[in-house]
């Protein structure tokens, strides 16, 4: 499955983005889908993941009340809305496909996007 993630940019401390990541190649309702993030100089670190229905999140600690997924099967999309963004929150952000629910660790995701790059300013 390929993937195909948009929706960065630039934005101020407290501000809103919302990312998509198109799915092609694959039936998408066979995957859960995650969200994860590299900052300059670390590693790539979970966000968010969803499970294959959409009727369930599981969401690292650091984005828990700001950060929120969604997909739309039919439209084979998955969005990640973040609210009240920081400037740590300033990464590139990569969608995945996963086999496994809930699952944090990457090494459980198969296929990647190519990232989207988020920065916060203060």
């Known amino acids: 499955v390929q993937l195909q993630a948009s929706g960065g940019g630039l934005v101020q401390t407290g501000g809103s983005l919302r990312l998509s990541c198109v799915a092609s190649g694959g039936t998408f309702s066979n995957y859960v889908m995650g969200w994860f993030r590299q900052a300059p100089g670390k590693e790539r670190e979970f966000v968010i993941a969803?499970?294959?229905?959409?009727?369930?999140?599981y969401a690292a600690d650091s984005v828990k009340g700001r950060f929120t997924v969604s997909r739309d099967n039919a439209k084979n999309t998955v969005y990640l809305q973040m609210n009240s963004l920081k400037p740590e929150d300033t990464a590139v952000y990569y969608c995945?496909?996963?086999?496994?629910?809930?699952?944090?660790?990457?090494?459980?995701?198969?296929?990647w996007g190519q990232g989207t790059l988020v920065t916060v300013s203060s």
């Open positions: 995945a496909t996963g086999s496994s629910y809930p699952a944090a660790d990457l090494r459980t995701y198969a296929s």
């Open positions: 969803i499970n294959w229905s959409g009727g369930s999140t």
